[in-house]
């Protein structure tokens, strides 16, 4: 009976030293998967991009007065975002890291495409390689390394060149100059060749008829022009021998930026001939760029 008491005196107090070992032991820090950066590049530091593929003309971009403009295969304004989606590879990060020893085990022999970023010191190559089969993600080669990445790098820099052209039918500067509109050469307002103008931050018309107020004004021209975007563009060649309705913005300098009407429906079709780019609207986004909110009699 006393040994069987003391073998249970022995078992609780082991029971006890193991409860307080666990209760009392540092608890595991639980760590993140390292990540390695593909590169401690800047942003701002660049002034060209352009991408190259192996059997077609490269897309290029330049930035001018802190704006990138397209230069190949067009000449023309560029979406800003989507020339700073291409450049975000120089934050990407990478659970996966390989030395660059056997660029062919990778595809990087013959990459799918190249991402040249040019700054004053040089220029930061991206190769695109294969595809892994098991996480579905890009081998990209920079500098000695190789990394696992998303696919969504390349897309965005494979993105079809014509998307990549702005589509708001004014530039920064003209929209921070509009001073007026002479709507007189489109059908709907011939007959009082309307013009609305801004004179120090007042709205007027030629047309008696209107009852126009300076906030109905104010967001018309914030909504309909300063925020339009089109849902899409094409080139643009003027066809003269074709008179279209057209109409222009008044700039703050004395300029003029002329529009052409091209169509009306299903979609607003605008042709800008200076730019050689022809912007689609909706019809309804259309129909308020054209017509101001005058409430007339």
């Known amino acids: 009976m006393k040994k069987r008491w003391l073998l249970n005196l022995v078992m609780l107090a ?17 760590e993140a998967p390292l990540q390695h950066e593909v590169s401690n590049l800047k942003l701002a530091d660049f002034t060209q991009v352009k991408v190259e593929f192996p059997a077609q003309v490269p897309t290029s971009f330049d930035k001018i007065d802190g704006l990138w403009r397209m230069t190949s295969p067009y000449k023309t304004r560029a979406d800003q975002i989507s020339v700073q989606r291409i450049l975000a590879i120089i934050a990407a990060k990478s659970l996966e890291k390989f030395p660059n020893t056997d660029l062919a085990k ?24 294969t595809f892994n089969s098991v996480t579905e ?31 708001t039918p004014l530039t920064k500067n003209e929209t921070k100059q509009i001073a007026g509109f002479d709507f007189s050469k489109l059908e709907q307002w011939q007959a009082n ?21 300076q906030n109905d004004m104010n967001e018309w021209l914030d909504f309909s022009w300063k925020q339009a975007q089109a849902k899409q563009v094409e080139l643009y060649l003027p066809n003269h021998k074709i008179a279209y309705p057209s109409f222009d913005v008044k700039l703050k300098d004395g300029k003029h930026v002329h529009f ?7 979609d607003l ?3 800008r001939p200076d730019e050689g780019i022809m912007y689609h609207f909706s019809n309804d986004v ?12």
């Open 286 to 297: 259309g129909f308020n760029m054209l017509n101001p909110p005058l409430n007339l009699k």
């Open 269 to 271: 079709l605008l042709g």
């Open 193 to 213: 060749a309307l013009n609305v103008d801004l004179h120090d931050g007042n709205w007027k018309t030629n047309d008696t008829k209107a009852k126009i107020t």
């Open 260 to 266: 052409d009407k091209i169509s009306e429906a299903p």
């Open 137 to 167: 993600e890009q081998y990209v080669g920079y500098k000695d390394a190789v990394y696992l990445l998303p696919g969504s790098y390349a897309e965005a820099a494979t993105t079809q060149a014509i998307e990549f052209i702005d589509k």
């Open 106 to 129: 990778f595809g990087l022999d013959k990459p799918q495409l190249k991402l040249k970023l040019t700054k004053a010191a040089g220029d930061e190559v991206f190769s695109f390689g």
């Open 14 to 30: 082991l029971v006890a030293g193991l409860v307080a070992f666990l209760y009392l032991r540092p608890k595991a820090i639980s």
